[in-house]
């Protein structure tokens, strides 16, 4: 397997946690190398000084980059480098002045971000936007069959527990990202067009009773089902289904298990149905977890699942002989690189 790249979709490392030589309890035979740095959120750190919050995110970084496995990796194939939130602290927004509510009176957030977010351009092969110094989002041109948008669902978003109303203008992606996203696909002419996104968008994460829902899915009636993102995912949705944008395929992590979604709805209520595929994968070398249940309120259908498993998801690009198209065909690879079963997923273009 020798990939033309590899999208490194977040979490790289986990500033908010300190690495104890326990490994985690639900993963059998795991221990760590003790690491010499706290975590970020640790009340011995100084959220006003930068120093030391830079070096306690660098420790991080080094620590991680020391593994042979991911070395290897690096040293052999390219890379897009993604961040989502545990490079700076967990379900955080980038504008906010606070964290949660346990954090209002604790000073210095915004630096805490800050150091997060220098030690992810640090540690990336990225060049900075010159006008916008801290840009994650950025999209790639593979030929005339695949386009690529990587996001940032954390440096714009409003607040988690913020309520979804009109009033609120509530935001996971930040307006000018948003419009940037959907002109990006209405010029787009890629037969395939993949989002990888730091969070997906069918998966609910609502179970943070301080911080809302994290992502543009919702349970539908948890304590809050109305501090969710779906009102900006609606609009998204409509948008998709009035312009007929075909072939799009979000890839996204966070979740800590693999699972292959399809969405068939009808968000403008045309008659004709929006369809886009959702691919989940990971983790690497997180805590692998279980399954959560999709979102209700939208038309998404699991084609595979698998629970508590280290993984990571392999995509083709490839001209099938049997129809001459240009098909999307989707793996989950185990930590052996072995293809788990069920999970292959061939994908015709519309």
């Known amino acids: 397997m020798s990939p033309d790249f590899f999208i490194f979709n977040g979490d790289q490392i986990y500033g908010d946690n300190a690495c104890s030589i326990n490994g985690p309890s639900n993963v059998i035979g795991w221990t760590n190398i003790e690491g010499n740095f706290p975590s970020v959120t640790d009340n011995k750190v100084n959220w006003n000084n930068q120093t030391q919050l ?23 194939t390219s890379i897009y480098s993604q961040a989502d939130d545990h490079e700076v602290v967990n379900d955080y927004g980038g504008k906010w002045s606070y964290w949660t509510n346990a954090t209002k009176n604790r000073t210095g957030f915004p630096n805490v971000v800050k150091a997060g977010i220098n030690a992810f351009f640090n540690f990336s092969p990225i060049d900075r936007n010159k006008t916008e110094p801290d840009r ?25 527990d913020l309520p979804d109303t009109p009033q609120n203008n509530k935001t996971l992606l930040g307006k ?73 395929v979000v890839v996204a992590t966070d979740v800590h298990f693999p699972i292959n979604i399809l969405v068939e709805d009808d968000p403008n209520r045309d008659g004709h149905k929006l369809i886009y595929h959702e691919l989940v994968s ?11 249940p999709l979102d209700p309120t939208i038309n998404a259908i699991s084609k595979y699942q698998e629970n508590q498993l280290f993984n990571f998801g392999y995509i083709k690009i490839r001209q099938e002989k049997s129809d001459g198209k240009v098909h999307l065909i ?4 185990d930590e052996n690189g072995l293809l788990r079963p069920g999970s292959n997923w061939d994908i015709p273009p519309q």
């Open 176 to 248: 000018d990202q948003l419009h940037w996203l959907e002109q990006s696909l209405l010029n787009s002419t890629a037969t395939w067009k993949v989002i990888s996104a730091d969070v997906p968008a069918t998966i609910p994460n609502c179970f943070n009773k301080l911080l809302g829902c994290d992502n543009w899915a919702t349970n539908g009636t948890s304590a809050t089902f109305k501090e969710t993102f779906t009102r900006e995912r609606s609009d998204f949705l409509r948008f998709l289904d009035d312009h007929n944008i075909k072939n799009l």
């Open 136 to 160: 994650i989002y950025r999209s790639f041109h593979w030929g005339k069959d695949f386009d690529l948008f990587l996001l940032d669902m954390h440096s714009y978003r409003s607040r988690n």
């Open 330 to 333: 989707s793996e989950v690879r």
């Open 54 to 76: 830079q070096d306690i995110y660098s420790k991080h970084w080094e620590y991680n980059r020391a593994d042979p496995y991911l070395q290897g990796l690096l040293r052999n």
């Open 282 to 292: 990971g983790p690497l070398g997180a805590i692998p977890l279980k399954a959560n």
